[in-house]
Protein backbone atom coordinates (compact mmCIF):
# COMPACT_ATOMS: atom_id res chain seq x y z
CA UNK A 1 0.00 0.00 0.00
CA UNK A 2 1.16 3.46 -0.59
CA UNK A 3 1.46 6.70 1.35
CA UNK A 4 -1.44 8.09 -0.42
CA UNK A 5 -3.39 5.15 -0.03
CA UNK A 6 -2.33 4.90 3.76
CA UNK A 7 -3.54 8.81 3.86
CA UNK A 8 -6.66 8.36 2.01
CA UNK A 9 -7.93 5.35 4.75
CA UNK A 10 -7.10 8.57 7.63
CA UNK A 11 -9.21 10.51 5.81
CA UNK A 12 -6.76 12.34 3.08
CA UNK A 13 -4.93 14.02 6.73
CA UNK A 14 -1.31 13.66 8.24
CA UNK A 15 0.40 15.47 11.11
CA UNK A 16 3.91 16.94 10.16
CA UNK A 17 6.26 18.13 12.52
CA UNK A 18 7.47 21.66 11.95
CA UNK A 19 9.13 24.80 13.98
CA UNK A 20 6.66 27.29 14.35
CA UNK A 21 7.06 30.44 11.85
CA UNK A 22 9.47 33.51 12.97
CA UNK A 23 12.09 30.63 14.95
CA UNK A 24 15.57 31.38 15.25
CA UNK A 25 18.06 29.00 12.48
CA UNK A 26 19.66 26.51 15.30
CA UNK A 27 18.11 24.45 17.77
CA UNK A 28 14.23 25.16 17.93
CA UNK A 29 12.41 25.63 21.44
CA UNK A 30 9.30 24.58 20.28
CA UNK A 31 8.01 21.58 17.83
CA UNK A 32 4.35 21.67 16.84
CA UNK A 33 2.37 19.46 14.84
CA UNK A 34 0.96 21.13 11.63
CA UNK A 35 -1.55 18.86 10.13
CA UNK A 36 -1.58 18.14 6.31
CA UNK A 37 -4.21 17.20 3.31
CA UNK A 38 -3.30 14.98 0.11
CA UNK A 39 -3.56 17.59 -1.81
CA UNK A 40 -0.82 19.22 -0.15
CA UNK A 41 1.77 16.45 -0.53
CA UNK A 42 0.62 14.86 -3.91
CA UNK A 43 2.64 15.86 -7.13
CA UNK A 44 2.36 15.95 -10.73
CA UNK A 45 4.60 13.27 -11.99
CA UNK A 46 5.84 13.14 -15.30
CA UNK A 47 3.92 9.71 -16.19
CA UNK A 48 4.44 9.40 -19.82
CA UNK A 49 8.47 9.61 -18.81
CA UNK A 50 7.85 6.51 -16.37
CA UNK A 51 6.03 5.28 -18.93
CA UNK A 52 8.54 5.48 -21.83
CA UNK A 53 11.09 4.07 -19.10
CA UNK A 54 9.15 1.08 -18.37
CA UNK A 55 8.93 0.05 -21.97
CA UNK A 56 12.97 -0.04 -21.82
CA UNK A 57 14.27 -3.91 -22.41
CA UNK A 58 16.00 -3.93 -19.12
CA UNK A 59 13.09 -2.12 -16.93
CA UNK A 60 13.84 -4.35 -13.98
CA UNK A 61 17.11 -3.50 -13.79
CA UNK A 62 16.77 0.19 -13.58
CA UNK A 63 17.81 1.44 -10.06
CA UNK A 64 15.40 3.74 -8.77
CA UNK A 65 17.31 7.10 -8.99
CA UNK A 66 16.31 6.96 -12.92
CA UNK A 67 12.67 6.41 -12.07
CA UNK A 68 13.04 9.31 -9.98
CA UNK A 69 14.60 11.42 -12.74
CA UNK A 70 12.25 10.27 -15.24
CA UNK A 71 9.14 11.24 -12.84
CA UNK A 72 10.82 14.83 -12.83
CA UNK A 73 11.64 14.63 -9.29
CA UNK A 74 14.69 16.93 -8.55
CA UNK A 75 17.40 17.55 -6.03
CA UNK A 76 15.79 20.94 -4.39
CA UNK A 77 18.29 23.84 -3.91
CA UNK A 78 19.12 23.69 -0.26
CA UNK A 79 20.30 20.06 -1.39
CA UNK A 80 18.31 18.05 1.38
CA UNK A 81 16.57 14.64 0.08
CA UNK A 82 14.92 12.07 1.50
CA UNK A 83 18.10 10.29 0.52
CA UNK A 84 20.18 12.53 2.75
CA UNK A 85 17.88 12.16 5.68
CA UNK A 86 17.84 8.28 5.26
CA UNK A 87 21.68 8.28 5.65
CA UNK A 88 21.61 11.14 8.41
CA UNK A 89 19.25 8.50 10.51
CA UNK A 90 22.01 6.11 10.07
CA UNK A 91 25.16 8.26 12.01
CA UNK A 92 25.45 9.24 14.92
CA UNK A 93 23.84 11.04 17.28
CA UNK A 94 20.85 9.77 15.63
CA UNK A 95 21.53 5.98 15.23
CA UNK A 96 19.74 4.09 18.25
CA UNK A 97 18.11 6.97 20.33
CA UNK A 98 14.24 7.05 21.13
CA UNK A 99 12.36 8.51 18.51
CA UNK A 100 11.64 11.53 20.68
CA UNK A 101 15.28 12.90 20.76
CA UNK A 102 16.11 11.59 16.82
CA UNK A 103 12.99 13.93 15.89
CA UNK A 104 14.29 16.74 17.81
CA UNK A 105 17.98 16.86 16.52
CA UNK A 106 16.35 16.53 13.15
CA UNK A 107 14.31 19.39 13.69
CA UNK A 108 17.55 21.22 14.73
CA UNK A 109 19.07 20.30 11.42
CA UNK A 110 16.27 20.98 9.26
CA UNK A 111 15.73 24.20 11.29
CA UNK A 112 19.09 25.23 11.15
CA UNK A 113 19.18 24.69 6.75
CA UNK A 114 16.42 26.32 6.44
CA UNK A 115 14.48 23.05 5.10
CA UNK A 116 10.67 22.34 6.07
CA UNK A 117 9.84 18.75 7.29
CA UNK A 118 7.20 18.81 4.81
CA UNK A 119 9.60 18.90 2.18
CA UNK A 120 11.21 16.24 2.59
CA UNK A 121 7.90 14.37 2.94
CA UNK A 122 6.49 15.68 -0.23
CA UNK A 123 9.59 14.36 -1.91
CA UNK A 124 8.99 10.69 -0.73
CA UNK A 125 5.19 11.06 -1.85
CA UNK A 126 6.71 11.71 -5.06
CA UNK A 127 9.02 8.76 -5.46
CA UNK A 128 6.35 6.37 -4.18
CA UNK A 129 4.16 7.89 -6.74
CA UNK A 130 6.83 7.20 -9.21
CA UNK A 131 7.43 4.27 -8.35
CA UNK A 132 3.85 3.36 -8.15
CA UNK A 133 3.30 4.41 -11.42
CA UNK A 134 6.08 2.35 -13.05
CA UNK A 135 4.92 -0.67 -11.21
CA UNK A 136 2.07 -0.30 -12.85
CA UNK A 137 3.53 0.12 -16.18
CA UNK A 138 5.94 -2.62 -15.73
CA UNK A 139 3.13 -4.80 -14.49
CA UNK A 140 0.67 -4.15 -17.44
CA UNK A 141 3.78 -4.91 -19.97
CA UNK A 142 4.84 -7.95 -18.15
CA UNK A 143 1.04 -9.68 -18.22
CA UNK A 144 1.23 -8.84 -21.88
CA UNK A 145 4.68 -10.35 -22.03
CA UNK A 146 3.59 -13.78 -20.02
CA UNK A 147 0.05 -13.66 -21.96
CA UNK A 148 2.48 -13.97 -25.56
CA UNK A 149 4.68 -16.15 -23.71
CA UNK A 150 1.74 -18.99 -22.67
CA UNK A 151 -0.12 -18.59 -25.84
CA UNK A 152 3.47 -19.37 -27.56
CA UNK A 153 3.54 -22.69 -25.11
CA UNK A 154 0.30 -23.41 -26.18
CA UNK A 155 1.12 -23.44 -29.58
CA UNK A 156 3.92 -25.50 -29.24
CA UNK A 157 2.19 -27.55 -26.90
CA UNK A 158 -0.27 -28.31 -30.02
CA UNK A 159 2.56 -28.62 -32.32
CA UNK A 160 4.76 -31.29 -30.08
CA UNK A 161 1.21 -33.35 -29.32
CA UNK A 162 0.63 -33.16 -33.53
CA UNK A 163 4.67 -34.47 -33.86
CA UNK A 164 4.12 -37.24 -31.33
CA UNK A 165 1.19 -38.14 -33.27
CA UNK A 166 2.38 -38.50 -36.37
CA UNK A 167 5.38 -40.06 -35.09
CA UNK A 168 3.32 -42.65 -33.48
CA UNK A 169 1.47 -43.26 -36.55
CA UNK A 170 5.30 -43.43 -38.59
CA UNK A 171 6.02 -45.82 -35.86
CA UNK A 172 3.15 -48.17 -36.71
CA UNK A 173 3.20 -47.94 -40.11
CA UNK A 174 7.29 -48.65 -40.00
CA UNK A 175 6.45 -51.56 -37.62
CA UNK A 176 3.36 -53.14 -40.16
CA UNK A 177 5.84 -52.74 -43.27
CA UNK A 178 8.84 -54.92 -41.46
CA UNK A 179 6.13 -57.57 -40.37
CA UNK A 180 4.84 -57.69 -43.77
CA UNK A 181 8.39 -58.06 -45.40
CA UNK A 182 9.28 -60.66 -43.00
CA UNK A 183 6.02 -62.68 -43.45
CA UNK A 184 7.04 -62.61 -47.39
CA UNK A 185 10.32 -63.61 -46.87
CA UNK A 186 9.25 -66.61 -45.15
CA UNK A 187 6.42 -67.49 -47.51
CA UNK A 188 9.51 -66.81 -50.48
CA UNK A 189 11.87 -69.18 -47.82
CA UNK A 190 9.34 -71.51 -47.68
CA UNK A 191 8.07 -72.00 -51.78
CA UNK A 192 12.21 -71.92 -52.38
CA UNK A 193 12.15 -75.38 -49.99
CA UNK A 194 9.57 -76.71 -51.45
CA UNK A 195 11.07 -76.12 -54.85
CA UNK A 196 14.47 -77.35 -53.93
CA UNK A 197 12.99 -80.76 -52.97
CA UNK A 198 11.12 -81.13 -56.02
CA UNK A 199 13.69 -80.66 -58.49
CA UNK A 200 16.02 -81.99 -56.11
CA UNK A 201 15.11 -85.53 -57.65
CA UNK A 202 16.81 -84.26 -61.13
CA UNK A 203 20.03 -82.91 -60.23
CA UNK A 204 22.93 -84.10 -58.62
CA UNK A 205 23.54 -80.84 -56.63
CA UNK A 206 21.34 -77.93 -55.65
CA UNK A 207 19.79 -75.42 -57.79
CA UNK A 208 18.15 -73.54 -55.39
CA UNK A 209 18.61 -71.37 -53.19
CA UNK A 210 17.58 -71.81 -49.83
CA UNK A 211 18.91 -69.78 -46.96
CA UNK A 212 18.44 -70.17 -43.16
CA UNK A 213 14.94 -69.28 -41.76
CA UNK A 214 14.13 -65.52 -41.90
CA UNK A 215 14.22 -63.72 -38.47
Known amino acids: ?3 LDLLQTVGGRLGILEV ?3 ADAGEPEKI ?12 QIQSEDVR ?14 KIFEAAGISVPAHGWTVARLKALLLTEPYRGQERAATQRALMNALNSAQVTPEDLVREAVAQDQALDAFESFVCRK ?10 RVAELDARLQA ?8 AGHLQEEQEHLLS ?7 YERELAAAVGY ?11 EVK
Open 184 to 190: WRRRKRA
Open 1 to 3: MSL
Open 20 to 22: PSG
Open 202 to 212: LTERPVITTDD
Open 163 to 170: LQEERSRL
Open 52 to 65: ALAALPAELGLPFD
Open 142 to 151: TRDRLAAAEH
Open 32 to 43: VTRTVTLDDLRS
